[in-house]
């Protein structure tokens, strides 16, 4: 695809570019199939669905709702996700100062049975309320990120899978995973990711204070790769 570096998918918006609204339509679109631009049209729409649920500085919603179409948004605010966030609260009490082998076996629970990646449905206890989840594309806070990652995303045509052991120190949990996400938007296009997830530890309370993803592809081959 062209990479055009000041796209914006609507000119209209005040939105501010992002690797996912960056993918615009080669310059020469006389040589373009009608299916090539269909495709092309479908892959910035889900890219405009993603930037939209996970970006921390999203427009809100009535101006979203412009953006992404009354369609998009009435699909997306009325979406129901069975594995989707398990209900805790920040009111919560923390798991603080466990020890490395119960948190490595907490964090891979989460990961295998709960595909927390793909459903933001984690033990929030080992949270810190203030950790932030930074992807290749952005730094989100705790509950934007549950909120968008449980929304975003169709559970049961998703799919994580853990490819190493979880390894935990008391400074660290560190694991490597692949994926297939499914968008929770026309079409339901799913895309491959892989990578490796670093999550760091307070000192002092034993608790989460930042996710880092690590993806061994660049986010625009991700979309690149989008399957319909």
């Not at 020890?99 to 206890?125: I, M, Y």
């Not at 670093?198 to 996710?211: H, I, Q």
């Amino acid at each position: 695809f062209g990479l055009q570096s000041e796209h914006h998918l609507c000119r209209e918006c005040d939105c501010r570019p992002s690797p996912y609204t960056q993918i615009g339509f080669a310059t020469d679109r006389q040589h373009l199939s009608p299916a090539s631009m269909r495709a092309r049209s479908c892959l910035l729409l889900q890219a405009a669905a993603v930037h939209a649920w996970r970006h921390t500085r999203a427009p809100p919603p009535v101006a979203r709702r412009r953006w992404l179409g009354g369609a998009l948004a009435a699909l997306a605010t009325t979406a129901t996700n069975a594995r989707a966030y398990n209900g805790q609260t920040a009111a919560t009490p923390k798991a603080t100062k466990l020890p490395p082998k119960e948190l490595a076996k907490r964090v891979e629970k989460d990961l295998v049975e709960n595909q927390f990646l793909a459903t933001a449905n984690f033990d929030r206890s080992l949270y810190d309320e203030a950790c932030t989840f930074q992807d290749e594309i952005d730094t989100y806070e705790l509950d934007k990120f549950i909120k968008g990652t449980s929304k975003l995303f169709v559970a049961d045509r998703s799919h994580v899978d853990l490819t190493s052991p979880v390894t935990a120190t008391s400074n660290s949990v560190e694991f490597k995973f692949k994926e297939d996400l499914c968008f929770n938007i026309p079409f339901k296009p799913t895309v491959f990711v892989s990578g490796r997830v670093v999550l760091e530890r307070d000192p002092s309370s034993g608790l989460f204070v930042r996710y880092r993803e690590y993806w061994d592809q660049k986010p625009n081959d991700v979309l690149r790769g989008a399957r319909f």
